[in-house]
């Protein structure tokens, strides 16, 4: 099982970026799918979490307004769509996998994980 994170760079303040995650080696049906991040020195952090069934999403107090989530079932992707980042935004982002279908802010009920995708805003 394998969730591949990509789409990280460098983009000035104000800008936008795109990542995805794509899932392989299983069907996640019923998985809820989340992104979440760590800046250099501090915890990792929930952004956003999407579940299976309705698409219900959530998001971090901190991103709402600026970040949106969305999955592709059929795909077995999950995307962020990261616009106005702020330098603040600066950090490992990962995405994650969770069987039991709902969305917590917990990353250590996630099951599986990807490898991270660096996002660096410059002020």
């Known amino acids: 099982v394998q969730l591949q994170a990509s789409g990280g760079g460098l983009v000035q303040a104000g800008g936008s970026l795109r990542l995805s995650c794509a899932a392989s080696?299983?069907?996640?049906?019923?998985?809820?799918m989340a992104w979440f991040r760590q800046a250099p020195g501090k915890e990792r952090e929930f952004v956003a979490g999407?579940?299976?069934?309705?698409?219900?999403?959530y998001y971090a107090d901190s991103v709402k307004g600026r970040f949106t989530i969305a999955r592709d079932n059929f795909k077995n992707t999950v995307r962020l769509q990261m616009n106005s980042l702020e330098p603040e935004d600066t950090a490992v982002y990962y995405c994650?996998?969770?069987?039991?279908?709902?969305?917590?802010?917990?990353?250590?009920?996630?099951?599986?994980w990807g490898q991270g995708t660096e996002v660096t805003v410059s002020s």
């Open positions: 080696g299983r069907s996640f049906s019923g998985y809820t």
């Open positions: 994650a996998a969770d069987e039991s279908g709902w969305v917590t802010q917990n990353s250590a009920e996630y099951d599986y």
């Open positions: 999407i579940t299976w069934s309705y698409g219900s999403v």
